[in-house]
């Protein structure tokens, strides 16, 4: 079960928006950050049921020899045919959720009142945002994602553009945000919004009752 005596929020937004520098900041003030990519990357380990599922259909083209799985082979595939992103996500989405829900609930019995800040690019994609108390969208201007995700991925611009246009429209994003952030402003002027925001959500924690 989730613990009622904390508060979930949902960070998303597109790909380079700047997530990752805010959930940083929203750490720094004393959030729990759950991390969805570092679950993805839990939930396909070598052997797990989501990694035998890819191995399945997908073939050993997208493992290493190792075993694990080659993401860069795997993102190649997914990301030139959307059929193929819907078939990889109805594999993970649902390990992740159940991932998600377990790290949650062992923080909410061991941290009274606490904050738990879900990072998840594909937050409304997956709709997980109908498991978060808060909504916050992350928003850039595109020539800045655009060069965020071909410095950091080492993509061109032709590859970011592809995997951006997987994603949900900034606009439709936007529809369900409590809140929005601007990912271009620098960490000094980001810091204390996310500092008052988490006082918010803290105070909201404590004015919650546990079942």
Known sequence: MLWFGMIIVGLTGGLGAGKTTIARLFQDCGAHIID?????????????VAWKDIHSHY?????????????????????????ELKILQGILHPRIAREQTRQMNAIGKAVPFAVIIYD??????????????HVIVVKA???????????RDGLTKTEALRRMRQ????????????????GTWSRSRLRPVVQSLYRT???EARQRERP
Do not use: W
């Open 120 to 133: 998840a690019a594909l937050l409304l994609e997956a709709g997980a945002h109908h498991r978060m108390n």
């Open 201 to 203: 959500y803290q105070q």
């Open 141 to 151: 201007d595109r020539a800045t994602q655009i060069a965020r995700v071909c410095r």
């Open 36 to 48: 969805a990519d570092l679950l993805a990357r839990e939930v396909v380990k070598p052997g797990k």
């Open 59 to 83: 073939g050993k083209d997208v493992l290493q020899p190792d075993k694990s799985l080659n993401r860069q082979a795997l993102a190649r595939i997914v990301f030139q045919n959307p059929q």
């Open 167 to 182: 994603q949900m429209p900034l606009r439709q994003k936007l529809q369900y945000a409590d809140t929005i952030l601007d």
